[in-house]
């Protein structure tokens, strides 16, 4: 007999039991009758849209928020402060000069440097990936363009992004270093459509590549690729607009459903306001803000209050540094330890399918009800080493307990960081099927009496 | 028993039929093979790219055109010139501006008149389609700015274009007459993506309306459309930078594989040269061009040539006015009666799924042929009232037989007049399908003794 199943029939044999699928069934019933969430989403993406760090539509998405929470009943709404990055993307435009003159599509990868007015032109040079650049001399690579022609696959756990957005991040580096003088990537993303993706580069001590830096869409690189292969030497011509401007201030924002027991031990949900300025942040990430905030007011309608207290945080500037999510384990690292468990939603709205997680021993039980609750919406037992999202790795040296609801990914790399993020890509059937899963781990964090610390070990560096 | 199978019956029967078998068994063989169209369109899709008629990229395409069919070995190689309007889309910039600020992705419709730097505000209204715009009471229309929220379906024919289409060529018009500023339409396309769609707009008199008008992708349509519900009066600012240029030389590519018998007539195989600015014109209508050209060639390399002459036709300038096509038609109107047979390529690179005609009676026999020839690519019967394509209208009062091969065209929408057509939309096996169907026909054609005039009488102004 599996895990699962001994764990249901306990649940069926055990009075306690019984009556503790009430609340749960009346969640996931209500749930998937709900449409907040895809309210929410649709008013942030519809009425704000993008809303990079420190720009003026990301105090309007913070304002949003906080009248959002309030009006959904949540207390102790606030926006706490966070000097974040503000930078600029501008317009990008790339161009084959020769042999076959075209406009290609492209956007700035984040942090980069614009260039003159009159741009940058050279010549062209490939390299396969981040490690062919790494290995290439820097005599191939000084005074030329450097075109990345990686390319990503797709999978459902998205998994293919890690080993691609190394040349997102630190491509510019190492062809800075080779005496480069730009570099355009093959778009980290798995969509046929001509849409360039943007994305963060690396930092080395709080500076970004001295070197421009572009993302080609997928076709446009196709093109570049057919007029390299026809044996012409292929110069590019690159402007840029790209620009840092000075810190800006955006916030946390927070909302909270007070426990009627223990209302100083949080069950964090998390996701983040930010989002790139091409797209609406449809997928990244209003509908992570719309899943926490929607699962938080349905265990909220409860007939009963939960014994902890239920945090929402929608974190500011994800996107360009983590600066909220690091700012909220600052201030609240005294607390940490009353942080029973967290969660976060950031990787778009396709169905929850596995339930992830990273709980000491003592919370096996807890896990096991967890994944009986879930197992009705169609999600799979998943490991016990999850690391929880972006937004939660400032909480990892907390030790803090996590839970991982794994999101169908499959097509999350289409849009993602895109302008094609918008609302249509958001499914509401699968949106509530998220919102029910979110709410049901909530509750039962919410309820719990076990303890899940101490988690086992982080391994290093991992993600 | 089915027309089909009694066709397919005498095939079989008859030791004729036998015999002029071969060279179709062999044309189909080769035709699924050859990736010459592939070729074709990778070519100037990644070479030539955007060639809307009038522009530089227009110029380099007629050469590449004249290239490749001297390259490929046709006859009679040239570039009948051809002045056609030169217009330039320049950039659009479409925003919301009140109540919830957003800048929408827009582009320019085919003709449209810019405005001045400071561009036009004012407040919208909805109209649901043409018809509901042409019903409007003027006094809801007079200083405001339109948008046409008519929707397109998809379907394998492509046929609700024609019914949402009213509204790109003629709702300026409408709103002109009824003192409105400027108009925006929902794209006339069928995509989800956030790409605006293009296309010509309806002269009158040879002018173009006198008011800007622009299509909304379909999700900033969305978001209009949402920031509309709200309640609030929603006002719009457009900014555009097209404007007409002096007329233009492009030119007509023809080239020919000269009949053995009867070289003075003509079996015309068309497609056009032209695109819009937004994408490389791979579907449209680089696909086209590619499989005309391939299926001449195929037939060229066949052990014997066909009695009568292959004309490949690739016009200019379809997209905006059929400047080529006309010129055509009034450049051959003495050797009109000498076009036996003329078909077109213009519908994407879907699969051919039914063979339309319009073939005087005594063309029924030769009708068989063709069917049974393309009914192993899986191509059904269709009816006798073809009308050809676009380029081929202007033949229309010639009375020239047609054939038009219909084309799948379920995501045809998707792509044409958008960033988005580009060369990965072209599936290389359809493509190939296409090919060995147009060379089938060609050669079936070029080799028939019957007379297909004269042609059923065309229904006044259909399409």
């Known amino acids: ?112 440097v614009g260039t003159t007015d009159a741009g940058i032109e050279a010549e062209v040079i490939e390299v396969a990936d981040q490690a062919a650049l790494e290995a290439a001399d820097p005599a191939t690579i000084e005074g030329k363009i450097v075109f990345v022609n990686h390319r990503m696959e797709r999978r459902k756990d998205g998994s293919d992004y890690g080993n691609v957005v190394k040349a997102r991040g630190s491509a510019a580096w190492v062809v800075a270093e080779k005496g480069g003088l730009a570099v355009v990537i093959r778009s980290v993303g798995t969509g046929p459509h001509r849409f360039p993706h943007t994305g963060g ?58 426990g009627r027991e223990r209302p100083d031990e949080v069950v964090l949900l998390a996701a983040h306001l930010d989002s790139w300025g091409l797209g609406t942040g449809a997928v990244d990430d209003g509908a992570g803000c719309a899943i926490v905030m929607a699962a938080a007011k349905l265990v909220a309608e409860l007939p009963e209050r939960p014994k902890r207290t239920l945090r929402v945080l929608l974190t500011a500037n994800e996107e360009f540094g983590l600066t909220g999510a690091r700012a909220y384990a600052e201030a609240y690292a005294d607390s940490m330890e009353k942080h029973y468990l967290a969660l976060e939603s950031d990787f778009g709205a396709g169905r929850v399918w596995r339930f992830d997680r990273r709980f000491g021993a003592t919370g096996e039980a807890l896990a096991h009800r967890m994944l009986s609750a879930l197992s009705e919406l169609g999600v799979a037992d998943g490991p016990n080493d999850a690391t929880g999202g972006p937004d939660l790795s400032p909480l990892r040296t907390f030790l803090v307990p996590v839970v991982e609801l794994q999101q169908d990914g499959t097509y999350y790399f289409d849009y993602h960081h895109t302008a094609d993020d918008t609302l249509d890509k958001v499914d509401p059937e699968a949106l509530r099927q998220n919102v029910a899963a979110f709410a049901l ?17 982080y391994p290093p560096r991992k993600r």
């Open 441 to 457: 781990v909530a509750f039962l964090a919410a309820e719990a009496d076990e303890t899940l610390r101490p988690i086992p070990a």
């Open 201 to 258: 580069m690396r930092r080395r001590e709080g500076q970004y590549p001295p070197i421009p830096a572009a993302a080609l869409a997928v076709p446009d690189a196709d093109i570049l690729e057919y007029q390299l292969r026809g044996g012409s030497a292929v110069r590019l011509r690159l402007r840029m607009t790209s620009r840092r401007l000075p810190d800006a201030v955006s916030a946390n924002v927070i909302g909270e459903i007070v």
């Open 1 to 112: 007999m599996s895990r699962l199943r001994v764990v249901l029939l306990a649940v069926l044999i055990c009075p306690g039991g019984l009556a503790a699928t009430e609340p749960l069934e009346q969640l996931r019933t209500a749930a998937l009758q709900d449409d907040r969430a895809w309210e929410l989403v649709a008013s942030l993406t519809s009425e704000i849209g993008p809303r990079p760090a420190g720009s003026l539509n990301d105090r309007r998405a913070v304002a949003w928020a906080v009248d959002r929470m309030e009006r959904l009943g949540f207390e102790n709404v606030r926006a706490e402060p966070v000097v974040v990055p503000h930078w600029e993307a501008g317009t990008t435009s790339v161009e084959i000069v020769t042999p076959g003159p075209q406009e290609l599509h492209a956007t700035a990868l984040g942090g980069s």
